[in-house]
């Protein structure tokens, strides 16, 4: 009788651009309509000032918002009106949201059988995010970086995230689309998946879900 080995035992899965997809449409028609490039505002959202604040819970969303159109108002090159600015920055961080039917429903399936994390960057707000996608039983937990202190690719918050799940960090299989946080989690021996598409997580989990059906 052959015995098969699982390649994992749990699952630590990134949140944003891998289950949660935003809708940038308005910001982009404003960044056009000021004379921005593609993306100026999501850049100058997540300056290193503020970037560090928010990721560790010490911006709420009315502060974010109102120093983005500062700094957005500030700057020397292409610089909105303070009111365009101030549109702007509503509109980052405001902007619509969904989770990824073809994801959650992956997660779903294999949290039946080995646990899942979500392990993320993100902000003091996330609850409330999460419940807005009926997504708060989707994990077995999750770990925010504005909750435990620590940011990815920091080392501190995989082993977090290995611990909530009761597994050993070399027993995790870590999905991501930051191609940094992935190699830092395979620096502590995870397995790691750099994420651009579903196929990418179907094909990640393709052994288990087998074993499971």
Not at 42 to 59: D, I, N, S, V
Request: with cysteine; glycine share 6%; hydrophobic share 50%.
């Amino acid at each position: 009788m052959t015995t098969t080995i699982r390649p994992f035992d749990a699952v630590l899965t990134d949140l944003d651009g891998v289950i949660r997809l935003f809708d940038h449409g308005e910001l982009n028609r404003l960044e056009r309509a000021a004379g921005l490039p593609a993306g100026h505002t999501m850049r100058t959202a997540f300056h290193p000032e503020l970037r560090g604040p928010l990721l560790l819970g010490q911006l709420g969303k009315a502060e974010w918002q109102a120093r983005i159109a500062e700094r957005l108002a500030a700057e020397s090159a292409t610089t909105p009106e303070p009111a365009a600015a101030a549109e702007l920055a509503a509109a980052f961080t405001s902007a619509p949201f969904r989770a990824d039917p073809a994801i959650v429903s992956l997660l779903r399936a294999v949290r039946e059988h080995v646990p899942v994390v979500v392990v993320t960057n993100a902000t003091a707000w996330l609850d409330a995010d999460l419940a807005a996608m009926e997504l708060t039983g989707l994990a077995d937990a999750v770990v925010n970086s504005a909750e435990v202190g620590a940011v990815k690719p920091e080392e501190r918050i995989y082993r977090i995230a290995a611990e909530r799940a009761r597994v050993a960090p070399e027993r995790c299989l870590f999905v991501d689309d930051t191609a940094g946080n992935v190699a830092a989690a395979r620096a502590l021996g995870m397995t790691g998946v750099d994420y651009r598409e579903p196929a990418d997580l179907r094909n990640a989990l393709a052994y288990l879900l087998k074993e499971l059906n």
